[in-house]
């Protein structure tokens, strides 16, 4: 079974300051992964994915994340925080299918704030 | 292009009463998903459509769901006899091909239900 833990249900930041969500999955296959963004009364938004080619893995607003299979982590980082970044940020596995696409598994998502 | 639409935005209902959610895909998807994100958690799969027929409808928690696609475009999510514990925010995606696949889910801004 499939399964993602977001290891901070909060992370506030200064404007400016590097960003760090962390995520932790399980997967009896190889995974696919995913980062979505949703801001107040708008829907879900793909940031990035790994689907098994490049392990750093470059998405949309300057956010990236890296799949380690040893730590089986795949943790989102963008190097300086915007005030339009604040949103809840959703780590999600997908592999029921050895990789390809099955139904998607969330977290429980992290609130990133951003202070000016 | 449009993206993935539904209505209504907001249904507000008693308990007991049934209520129908309607999801407009994007043009061209063969895969659709129905989620459910109740307040503070992450979306949870409900079911899977390719073309008319539900391919995975493991999600659905019990016979008072039930959704049809029958023209293989538009969805409608049907819930009996409601509950409180019915209240969430549901969302619906679509994709390119589905299952087997690497494409991405799109998702629409949901129908937040609450039963009263």
């Known amino acids: 079974a499939q399964s993602v833990t977001q290891l901070d249900s909060h992370v506030s930041v200064s404007e400016g300051t590097p960003v760090l969500l962390r995520c932790n999955y399980s997967?009896?296959?190889?995974?696919?992964l995913f980062w979505y963004v949703q801001h107040p009364n708008k829907g879900l938004q793909l940031l990035l994915k790994?689907?098994?080619?490049?392990?750093l893995v470059k998405g949309i607003n300057g956010f990236e994340a890296e799949f380690k299979k040893s730590e089986t982590s795949f943790h989102l980082t963008k190097p300086s925080a915007h005030m339009s970044d604040a949103a809840e940020y959703f780590c999600?596995?997908?592999?029921?299918?050895?990789?390809?696409?099955?139904?998607?598994?969330f977290g429980k998502g992290t609130k990133l704030s951003v202070k000016p | 292009g449009a993206g993935v639409s539904q209505t209504p935005s907001n249904k507000v209902t008693e308990k007991g009463k049934y209520v129908e959610l309607r999801c407009d895909p994007i043009?061209?998807?063969?895969?659709l998903y129905w989620y459910r994100q109740s307040l503070g958690q992450g979306p949870e799969f409900l079911i899977y459509?390719?073309?008319?027929?539900?391919?995975?409808d493991s999600g659905l928690p019990n016979d008072r769901f039930f959704a049809v696609r029958p023209e293989g475009s538009v969805s409608t999510l049907k819930i009996q006899r409601t509950e409180r514990g019915d209240s969430a925010v549901y969302l619906c995606?679509?994709?390119?091909?589905?299952?087997?696949?690497?494409?991405?889910?799109?998702f629409g801004p949901g129908t937040r239900l609450t039963v009263l």
């Open positions: 995606a679509s994709s390119l091909l589905g299952r087997g696949n690497t494409d991405t889910q799109y």
């Open positions: 997967s009896s296959y190889s995974p696919s």
């Open positions: 790994y689907t098994s080619a490049a392990t």
């Open positions: 999600v596995v997908s592999g029921a299918y050895g990789g390809s696409q099955g139904n998607l598994i």
């Open positions: 043009s061209g998807h063969t895969a």
């Open positions: 459509f390719q073309g008319t027929g539900a391919a995975d």
